[in-house]
């Protein structure tokens, strides 16, 4: 969120500054219903250690019980990293494209860069709290797993 309003009023551009504030509008919304479901699963889990969360997932995973939750969580991570049906952020569509509207390749790149990051991130955040026994089972199916829906988001 920082980063964004950061890269945004760096381009000594007010289109840009309008860009990364209708980001920023748009991060923080999607940031509230995803900071519930993690309160809910802290609560579900009672820890927030991780390994915890995997282990609680020995018997049945929370993908099988907690379906709508997984959904929610889906659906607000695809909005959360400004995928196809919501990203307003950027504007695609238009002339303009969001904060990185005055940025050349090399800055250009790097905001790009962390987008597809944050993706990743996202994926293993799915992977841990609805698939966690399966990243305690074996690494290379969690990691396998994670990559499907890695590419589900781009």
Do not use: H
């Not at 945004?8 to 309008?18: D, E, F, K, M, R």
């Not at 999607?30 to 802290?42: K, N, T």
């Not at 494209?97 to 790009?112: D, H, K, M, Q, V």
């Amino acid at each position: 969120m920082y980063s964004m309003i950061g890269s945004g009023w760096a381009s000594n551009s007010n289109y840009s500054l309008i860009g990364a504030i209708r980001g920023v509008a748009q991060t923080v919304s999607y940031e509230a219903s995803l900071s519930v479901i993690f309160v809910g699963l802290i609560l579900f889990v009672a820890s927030f250690d991780l390994m915890e969360v995997c282990l609680a997932q020995k018997y049945v995973l929370f993908l099988v019980i907690l379906l709508p939750i997984f959904f929610c969580w889906y659906i607000s991570s695809l909005a959360e990293t400004n995928r196809t049906p919501f990203d307003f952020a950027e504007g695609e569509s238009e002339l303009v494209s969001g904060f990185n509207i005055e940025y050349g390749s090399g800055g250009f790149a790097l905001i790009f860069l962390a987008e597809y990051a944050s993706i990743i991130f996202m994926r293993y955040l799915i992977m841990v709290f609805f698939g966690g026994y399966l990243f305690c089972l074996n690494f290379f199916f969690f990691n396998l797993i994670s990559f499907f829906f890695i590419f589900s988001f781009i």
